[in-house]
């Protein structure tokens, strides 16, 4: 097997401190999302390290994903997020531990027709326009069998937006409505709004994996790519590097060249809130991201070819400075990384 010329170093005992800090701040048990191939770290990884901190309830956005997961382990459920359709029916009879989130009648009624007997979740929109039944479509899910009723936080992440308040209300009112099953409505920012918003459980994402949701949240990063140096060069006063010729060197110069790029997420905005480490500096970017190449200026330090170096990765700090949302920076890490756990 070829060896990987970079790699995500992904930790493991941040990602379970993450979990525990979430489910303790809600003090109810909490989901973890691990759509999107776990944020892009990995699913089936990440479940088995969440398992162990004590996770019993996961979500996937669909089917696919729930089939791509495979079981979970004994006594876990998936949920699946975008619900049911009747082209899902072989996938929802081999995956006994998954259930749908239901979100429209025809979805209730798919549901019913094929597994009234089994367990589903169901979604009631409280105000994002999203998914979801609204209140007054509640007896499209009359004879299911419900485990839990959802509804998802649109703007958590802004300590001082009204709309959380008003969805919060909002979901009191199906909470009323529905009396006899459990209620969900927190992701990771809604958590941090305080145990009112709790209900009986939660679903943290982006917090488990390093992000920061809300200014509360005490979060640990997960996420450390690493890159291999290719090629060491030395460049000339007056030299230029890469695409472009955008950059000139102010001196003698050494410039390292490592196996990353913008085809595995590192986007040339990134560029000017990026450096990569060594001998505990930082070593600032040399011209232009290209597709699968980077040029680091490592003047004055004893790198040499096939060494592997760090690259700074602050989710929070990143995306405030460069525009991207803390989702896609997770989710666009390409697949040519090797995922290490440790």
């Not at 196996?259 to 560029?271: E, K, P, S």
Request: glycine share 10%; net charge neutral.
């Amino acid at each position: 097997m070829a060896i990987a010329a970079l790699r995500l170093r992904l930790d493991a005992a941040a990602l379970q401190a993450n979990f525990r800090w979430f489910e303790g701040r809600a003090s109810v048990p909490a989901c973890a999302a691990v759509k999107a191939d776990g944020y892009g770290l990995g699913a089936i990884a990440v479940v088995q390290r969440l398992a162990a901190a004590g996770c019993r309830s996961v979500a996937v956005s669909s089917w696919a994903e729930a089939e791509a997961l495979g079981h979970p382990g004994d006594g876990i459920a998936v949920r699946v997020l975008h619900g049911f359709t009747p082209a899902d029916a072989a996938s929802a009879q081999a995956l006994p531990w998954a259930r749908p989130v239901l979100n429209t009648a025809l979805q209730c009624a798919a549901w019913r027709a094929t597994f009234q007997s089994r367990l589903a979740d169901l979604m009631l929109d409280t105000g994002m326009n999203r998914l979801g039944l609204a209140l007054p479509d509640l007896p499209a899910a009359e004879g299911l069998r419900l485990d839990t009723v959802h509804s998802h936080l649109a703007c958590a992440d802004d300590p001082a937006h009204p709309q959380t308040a008003a969805q919060l209300a909002a979901f009191g009112a199906v909470v009323a409505a529905t009396p006899t099953v459990r209620h969900s409505l927190a992701n990771s920012a809604g958590i941090c709004w305080g145990r009112d918003y709790s209900f009986d459980g939660v679903r943290p994402g982006l917090g488990l994996y390093g992000g920061l949701p809300h200014p509360a949240a005490d979060v640990r990063p997960v996420v450390q790519p690493e890159a291999r140096i290719i090629q060491i060069r030395d460049v000339p006063t007056g030299g230029a590097v890469g695409y472009g010729a955008t950059w000139i060197a102010g001196r003698d110069s050494r410039i390292a060249i490592v196996n990353l790029g913008y085809a595995d997420g590192v986007f040339c905005r990134l560029q000017p809130h990026l450096h990569f480490v060594a001998e505990g500096h930082g070593l600032p970017l040399a011209g232009r991201i290209s597709m699968d190449m980077i040029a680091i200026d490592v003047t004055g330090t004893d790198v040499r070819e096939g060494d592997w170096l760090p690259l700074t990765y602050d989710l929070p700090a990143l995306s405030a400075a460069a525009g991207f949302s803390q989702y896609e920076l997770l989710v666009s890490l390409s697949r040519r990384y090797e995922r290490c756990w440790i």
